[in-house]
């Protein structure tokens, strides 16, 4: 197949290179063979990076000898030493004349499995001045070439030393304006030390993310840096920030994820301490920021302490080594928010509990537990120091530098509250971590001389009984005995020593494994979607690096084993189907080599012969050793080419990372996981509800579960699926849930193994490169097509952007229009049989067209709308403005028909109520007129009697009986007026006292009011009494000088008529005044009376109007305490005046009866001389 020759279009990008930098001609050129592929032998991988370069040998030709020697050297012995076949990539020739290219000749032993892993590392030499040379210690340097002659150099060290090395030794160098990109695509010499230099470049300034390709390059800075926060959030979500970042690849993620509809996942690998669970909860605190504001993004940020707490340890490695897999697969709704998720854990290293070694700590929560909780729960749980439990303080590692236990426990218990986990549940998972720890302080004592044993009756067995909540009595039994079924017989053996101790740790182990799983079944409830589920979502993958050490074990077995299967995942997605796309597809494409790892995969999965099957087949065996199942392995696996079988137990796998050596000791029971059903029945007895739970989620684990009750006899131990089936089944799904997605890988790297910040180890990141397969990657992307999409798909989205109307045109032809029409030069694509293929950055052009031009079609969209809308609106206006005028007219006619009527109602009123004024006016000046005309014809009267008795003093006896009968008659009826005027003041009085019994009730119902009007009240009725009493001894006084005249008008009427004309004339005048006097007095009396009578009807209404109105009867626009005020003001001042005026007439009526009294003095004096006259 022929290969086309093209400039990268990373190097395009590239507009700040000096004019006469050239692509050098020689990179690719003359290595090739018939199938155009050639292998090239690897350099010597880095073994340390410390020893300086001081130890070089001064004297050139030797150091020559010694360099050239060691870059022969392969280093058989480390884990990481695999075999990689690369296919060298070819570069376009632009004719440099300045550039001279050495062929590498090619040596006998290139086809040995040492190959390079690496491009770009063909001879060089001549006219560069600067290139990489590896010394002898491993690390790359950066010389400078002195003088080249034949097929030797001269290069100049750093530090001013001088070599003579073969021009193959030297490996190509970029310019200085390439140091610290961003993105390896656009390194013009792809190779091993300027990938190495670019990465410490950019880690020397905290830039610790670096673009390879589709894959992020993230490394552990060991510290904090200044990359994160809501600030970068929003830049990268604006796109204001365009650098690598695992923001920008969870932004990714998310956009993908909505415009093509496909769920997403987001790969984090690396080895321990690379910072894969930093990294994941970035990623997570992203998501939580662009798809928040429902709340549950909160929870899903609080199940980070809780997971890392009860999952997480302190290794050798790393302070905080992730010892399971956690698949967090987060659920969007339609309009792009979090609507919930779901947790997904992997092998929990379950021994951990049980056994740590020197310099690790177990799981996080027991330290936090012991260190944070408050004393009421110490004492509830008998919690002592982490130092005192035997489990914690085999590994002496009690604390890590710069974490505070007691504070990472309060923060653990508050994410226990926001995953909604009760206060009561909470106190049974610390009872369950404190058993656990008391479990291991539970210690036998030999009883025979079999070495059968039973538990101590110490501190650690009460308290496991105590928490767990069982008999004692059971419990030992438990750890010391085991029930066996022999035919139809129970029997029950003695266990010894080592079975009891394998008996307790196991019950320890299921413990804690069964209490890990119903903690993220809580959390899973509490983060449910339900309803809300849409099938959109985002996973975000956190599992175990690959880890090779001194010693591995079934732990190491399984997690490279995952790793494996992880990495034939990234190998498929990046190289095999990237590749046979492009072959199906018809691309001219020339095949890039890569390690494959299948045959590695197929040592662990082939079936009868695979590590797996022969691990379970031997665990089946009763009889079954470790050494046994070591034996069947190099029985059986021997002439696979990458098993190794070593002394002893031990075996080696041939790992895409390099070479583990495995220790069998404990496969088979790690592998079984066995708890006997007494332990089961144990648990199911307790009278906790978290130990019953997890004794039925044993059983329903079981392949052929118990039948009837648990406490129904049986002896051997539930047949349940083993850890390497059962990893292997949730390996698998993961595998075909990851298939689903569109994935996207970051890679972490550890710089070094001190976890020191800035401390850049050369060789251990090459090591971390080189298994993940990151320069592979940047190969196939750079000469590669990563962006495709169908001719459909292309035409229907940049269809538009065609001047002409190519409707009717087959898709085909519409995509190549748009790409004539857009200049897109032919290198830079490629037409294939259902797809187009372009190279990186070439889509994103025509995408700046497409989204310029619908931002243009939305203006002019916008604009338009909004003139309609502008329209619409004036419209509307109009015609609100009408319907309002109408409505207004109609409104303001019946108003003013209102208002009209109540004018004339308002006249109406006013005409009456003039009408009853001046009625009332009228009267009152009426009886003012006949007041006066009385007083006036009262005074003419006796004027005119006073002559005629002047006129008449001689009159005739028959004439003063006249005149007595006119003055009796007068007196009558001054009796009948006076009497009428005490029955309406009776009455009066009664209609009074009514009033007064009206206020006393409204005086009750209002209490506020009660003491005032009460005295009122009380001033009014002594008032009123005073009055009364006045008037009634006027009247009394009045009648009895009538009655008394009466009198001595009857009895000396005879005697009268004997007196003398001269006595007699005056008599009659002074008779006559004393009528009128008392004519006069009645009048005034009956005056008084009716105002009293007026005055107090007044008084009373406007009483009682007031009390309507304070009640709320009543309504009127006055002030009730006001007015009551005034009237009492009022009543006081006509009080004043009436009292006045009642003097007054008192005064009148004494004068009237001292007149009298003169009368009777005359008469006394008349009668006693005439009776001296009769006498004498």
């Known amino acids: 197949m022929s290969r086309t020759s093209s400039v990268p279009p990373a190097f395009q990008s590239i507009k700040s290179l000096p004019p006469d930098f050239k692509v050098a001609n020689n990179l690719n050129g003359g290595l090739s063979s018939k199938n155009g592929d050639v292998r090239l032998r690897s350099g010597d991988p880095v073994r340390s990076s410390s020893p300086a370069n001081g130890a070089l040998v001064v004297e050139v030709s030797k150091e020559v000898h010694n360099c050239a020697s060691n870059m022969d050297v392969f280093d058989e012995d480390s884990p990481y030493s695999g075999q990689v076949r690369l296919l060298e990539e070819d570069r376009p020739s632009n004719g440099d004349e300045d550039s001279e290219s050495v062929p590498l000749p090619l040596s006998s032993n290139s086809t040995s499995t040492r190959e390079s892993r690496w491009c770009d590392t063909t ?59 961003d993105d390896l695509m656009q390194l013009s010499y792809l190779n091993e030390p300027s990938v190495l230099y670019n990465l410490q470049y950019r880690y020397n300034q905290n830039m610790i993310y670096t673009k390879a390709g589709p894959v992020l390059v993230a490394i552990n800075p060991f510290k904090k840096v200044p990359l994160y926060g809501n600030d970068y959030i929003e830049a990268y979500k604006r796109k204001r920030i365009e650098s690598p970042h695992v923001y920008a690849i969870t932004d990714t993620a998310i956009r993908e994820m909505i415009r093509d509809e496909v769920n997403q996942s987001i790969i984090i690998s690396g080895e321990s301490g690379a910072g894969k669970t930093e990294t994941a909860k970035i990623a997570m605190q992203y998501l939580a920021a662009l798809g928040g504001g429902s709340g549950i993004e909160y929870e899903i940020l609080k199940t980070n302490p809780i997971l890392e707490a009860f999952g997480n340890g302190k290794t050798l490695r790393n302070d905080n080594s992730s010892r399971f897999g956690k698949l967090i697969e987060i659920h969007f709704s339609e ?75 309060r923060i653990v218990v508050e994410a226990l509250d926001v995953v909604h986990i009760s206060k009561e549940d909470q106190e049974s998972v610390f009872a369950m971590l404190a058993a656990v720890l008391w479990l291991g302080n539970v210690s036998f004592t030999v009883i025979d001389n079999e070495n059968h044993v039973q538990a101590v009756e110490d501190e650690g067995l009460f308290s ?112 095999k189907l990237e590749q046979e796309e492009y072959i199906q597809d018809g691309i001219d494409w020339a095949k890039v080599e890569f390690e494959d790892n299948q045959d590695c995969l197929n040592l662990f999965e082939k079936k009868p012969l695979g590590l797996l099957s022969l691990l379970d087949e031997e665990s089946t065996f009763p009889n079954g050793t470790d050494l046994t199942f070591a034996n069947k392995l190099k029985q059986h696996l021997n002439s696979n080419s990458c098993f190794k079988g070593e002394r002893d137990k031990a075996f080696t796998v041939c790992h895409y990372a390099g070479e583990v050596i495995y220790d069998t000791t404990g496969f088979l029971e790690k592998n079984r996981d066995l708890l006997h059903l007494d332990s089961i029945q144990l648990l199911s007895s307790s009278t906790c509800h978290l130990p019953q739970k997890f004794a039925t989620q044993m059983l329903t684990q079981t392949e052929k579960p118990a039948v009837g009750p648990l406490h129904k006899s049986g002896g051997a131990d539930s047949q349940k699926l083993s850890v390497a089936t059962k990893f292997k089944g949730q390996l698998f799904q993961l595998m075909q849930r990851l298939e689903s997605t569109t994935p996207h890988f970051i890679r972490c790297i550890k710089p070094n193994n001190l976890q020191s910040p800035g401390l850049y180890e050369q060789g251990l990141v090459l090591q971390q490169l080189r298994c993940c397969g990151v320069l592979e990657v940047v190969r196939i992307s ?82 338009f709308r909004g003139y309609q809308a502008r329209l619409y609106r004036k419209n509307l206006w109009r015609s609100i403005t009408t319907l309002q005028s109408f409505i207004r007219g109609e409104k303001s006619r019946k108003e003013y028909a209102a208002s009209v009527h109540r004018h004339r109602a308002a006249v109406v009123i006013q005409k009456k109520t003039k009408t009853i004024l001046a009625r009332n006016r009228l009267k009152t000046t009426i009886d003012a007129a006949v007041v006066i005309q ?45 009497l009428k005027a005490e029955a309406a003041l009776r009455e009066k009085e009664e209609e009074n006292d009514i009033l007064q019994q009206r206020l006393q009730q409204y005086d009750n119902r209002w209490s506020e009011y009660e003491l005032k009007m009460k005295s009122m009240e009380e001033v009014w009725q002594k008032q009123m009494r005073s009055l009364q009493s006045s008037l009634s001894i006027a009247k009394k006084s009045l009648a009895m000088d009538d009655s008394e005249r009466n009198s001595d008008a009857s009895v000396n009427a005879s005697d009268d008529r004997d007196y003398s004309w001269d006595m007699g004339g005056n008599h009659r005048r002074q008779e006559s005044n004393g009528t009128r006097s008392m004519s006069a007095g009645l009048s005034v009396i009956s005056r008084l009376a009716e105002e009293f009578e007026q005055r107090s009807q007044v008084f009373g209404d406007d009483a009682k109007f007031l009390v309507e109105v304070k009640s709320g009867q009543v309504e009127a626009s006055l002030n009730p305490d006001k007015e009551l005020r005034r009237l009492k003001q009022m009543f006081e001042a006509w009080k004043k005046d009436y009292g006045a005026r009642l003097r007054e007439t008192k005064v009148i009526l004494n004068k009237l009866g001292s007149e009298d009294g003169s009368i009777e003095k005359a008469k006394k004096k008349w009668w006693g001389r005439r009776n001296s006259t009769r006498m004498n």
Not at 784 to 810: I, W
Not at 943 to 956: E, I, M, N, V
């Open 123 to 181: 001879p060089y030499a001549s006219k560069k001045v600067q290139c990489w040379l590896q010394l002898s210690n491993g690390n790359w340097e950066l010389v400078k070439i002195i003088r080249s002659s034949g097929t030797e150099s001269v290069v100049s060290l750093p530090d001013g030393k001088v070599l003579k090395v073969h021009d193959e030794s030297l490996v190509s160098a970029n310019p200085d304006i390439l140091d610290g990109v």
């Open 335 to 409: 309009t792009g928010k979090i609507c919930g998720a779901n947790i997904q854990t992997f092998l929990l290293e379950k021994s951990r509990v049980v056994q740590c070694n020197e310099g690790e700590r177990s799981y996080h929560i027991f330290y936090q537990l012991c260190a944070g909780a408050p004393p009421s729960l110490r004492e509830k749980l008998n919690l002592r120091s982490a130092e005192e439990y035997k489990y914690l303080r085999q590994s002496n590692c009690y604390s890590i530098v710069g974490v505070n236990d007691a504070e990472e426990f």
């Open 464 to 575: 496991v009984a105590k928490l767990i909540g069982c008999d004692i009595e059971d419990l030992k039994f438990t750890l010391t005995t085991r029930k066996m079924k022999v035919g139809n017989d129970n029997i029950v053996q003695k266990l010894k020593l080592s079975q009891a101790i394998d008996a307790r740790d196991a019950l320890a182990k299921s413990i804690y494994s069964c209490l890990f799983d119903w903690i993220v079944e809580q959390i899973n409830k509490s983060l449910a979607v339900g309803k809300r589920r849409t099938g959109r979502s985002i996973s975000i993958l956190d599992i175990y690096g690959f880890e090779s050490f001194n010693r591995n074990s079934f732990e190491q077995f399984c997690i490279n084993y995952a790793n494996e299967r992880l990495q034939q995942h990234f190998n498929r997605h990046l190289f």
């Open 782 to 863: 750079r000469s590669g097509f990563p962006t495709r999409m169908s001719h459909q798909k292309f035409a229907r989205r940049y269809g538009f952007l065609l001047l002409e109307n190519v409707a009717s045109q087959d898709p085909l032809s519409v995509s190549v229009a748009i790409l004539h029409q857009f200049n897109i030069l032919p290198e830079m694509y490629q037409v294939g049989y259902t797809k187009l293929f372009f190279r990186t950055g070439q889509v994103g052009v025509l995408e700046d067209t497409r989204n310029r031009t619908l931002h243009g079609i939305l203006r002019v969209q916008s604009c």
């Open 934 to 978: 009385s007083f006036i014809r009262g005074w003419l009267v006796r004027r005119c009697s006073g002559d005629l008795s002047l006129l008449k003093s001689g009159g005739t006896k028959t004439n003063e009986s006249d005149e007595v009968l006119v003055k009796s008659s007068f007196l009558a009826e001054l009796q009948r007026r006076v």
